[in-house]
Each structure stands twice: as structure tokens, then as C-alpha cells.
T-cell receptor, first 116, second 116 residues
């Protein structure tokens, strides 16, 4: 399967702990996005990478959140000192920037975070 | 600010019947695409159909078609001959095409239940 993969699929943690999620995009894609989806809502943009450069961050990405994409391949999203309000599905998407197709983004299955 | 509104939280339809989901959006940009994404229960989001804003012709993909009214900023999805596998959350989204960083803006979603 050459789609977008995310690990872990589920994470349960206690408030105040740090967590890290990983996203492996489709190999030819140079763009990688992170979104957050709370229960019953649509996804909201968090941040975007073109190759290894983080080019845009949402105001939703507080200083407790950090994302990296070393070498322009996989990406990690870390949340420090988790809070109950961080409980959500974290979605990763990738694209190759084909604007003629609306820069179609392919989504991974997500990581569901539950903060107790 | 760019927004997407889906006014129907939930819709049910009998198998083989037709259902129409509504979506309105707001943007001051001219170069954008509109999408409908499907998110089945516990499965990843997949693209159903896309529409280029500068094309007047409505997009069609098999049983899925859209009614794009640019002046009204309306973008509805029609699912014909509904099948049980169409049961899912449906999200309307749009993307403003820029040189870099094309983030998706999603609506809140419409849950579609296809009944046998």
C-alpha cells in the first residue's frame, strides 16, 4: 500500500504528558499537511511543509505543538504538556502540488488522541 | 476570512434513492477549487469530486454530481442511486490556489445514512 500512513492509530495519555505522532506521506509528494478534527466537526488546518521547510502555521498551533519534517520525507507532530482539549483526531495529508487538479490532498487514517 | 457552511447535520435516504447535500462558502479569492470529501466510519477521508471555480460546467463522477452556483457561492452534492456503502460523513471544502501552501478549509460535515 503506497498511501499516507500514520502511527500510532490511537494514543491514550494522561494530562501533562508529551506525545509524538508520525506521518509517512506518499513518496513522490513534496507537500505535507497536518489537520486536527474534533468529534463531529470538519478538519482544521494546523501546519504545512514543502519538502523540509515549514511554511505556514495556524494560530491553532500553540507553543506546546511542534512539527518537523527532516529530510523532506516523514513528519512528526509533538504535543507537550497535553491538555484535555487536545483530544482529537490528528490527520496528515500529502500532495505533489499539482495546481491543475486543485493540489489534491491524500489523507492518512489519522491518529486519535485521548487525553485523560 | 474564508468559511464553509454545511447546514444539514444529518440526512437519511433509502437505498437507490437520491439525496442532495448543501454547501455554501465565502471567499474573496478568484482562483480556487471546491471539493466534496467522504469519510466513512473509522476510515480515512477520500475525495469524491472536485470543481474548478473558473469552469461553469458542473463536475460529475459516476453517481456523484455537483450544482455549482458561483455567484451564490453555493456548491451542492447530489448522490444518485444511493448505495449502502455511501453511508459516511461528507465534507465540503475549498482551496485557494497559491504558489505555495494550499490549505483546505472544511465545512462542519453532513452525516449521510443510507437505509436498506
Amino acid at each position: 500500500d503506497t498511501g499516507v500512513s500514520q502511527n500510532p492509530r490511537h494514543k491514550i495519555t494522561k494530562r501533562g504528558q508529551n506525545v509524538t505522532f508520525r506521518c509517512d506521506p506518499i513518496s513522490e509528494h513534496n507537500r505535507l499537511y497536518w489537520y486536527r478534527q474534533t468529534l463531529g466537526q470538519g478538519p482544521e488546518f494546523l501546519t504545512y511543509f514543502q519538502n523540509e521547510a515549514q511554511l505556514e502555521k495556524s494560530r491553532l498551533l500553540s507553543d506546546r505543538f511542534s512539527a518537523e519534517r527532516p529530510k523532506g520525507s516523514f513528519s512528526t507532530l509533538e504535543i507537550q504538556r497535553t491538555e484535555q482539549g487536545d483530544s482529537a483526531m490528528y490527520l496528515c495529508a500529502s500532495s505533489w502540488g499539482a495546481t491543475s487538479r486543485g493540489d489534491e490532498q491524500f489523507f492518512g487514517p489519522g491518529t486519535r488522541l485521548t487525553v485523560l | 476570512a474564508q468559511t464553509v457552511t454545511q447546514s444539514q447535520p444529518e440526512m437519511s435516504v433509502q437505498e437507490a434513492e437520491t439525496v442532495t447535500l448543501s454547501c455554501t462558502y465565502d471567499t474573496s479569492e478568484n482562483n480556487y477549487y471546491l471539493f466534496w470529501y467522504k469519510q466513512p466510519p473509522s476510515r480515512q477521508m477520500i475525495l469524491v469530486i472536485r470543481q474548478e471555480a473558473y469552469k461553469q460546467q458542473n463536475a460529475t463522477e459516476n453517481r456523484f454530481s455537483v450544482n455549482f452556483q458561483k455567484a451564490a457561492k453555493s456548491f451542492s452534492l447530489k448522490i444518485s442511486d444511493s448505495q449502502l456503502g455511501d453511508t459516511a460523513m461528507y465534507f465540503c471544502a475549498f482551496i485557494v490556489i497559491k504558489a505555495a501552501g494550499n490549505k483546505l478549509t472544511f465545512g462542519g460535515g453532513t452525516r449521510v445514512l443510507v437505509k436498506p
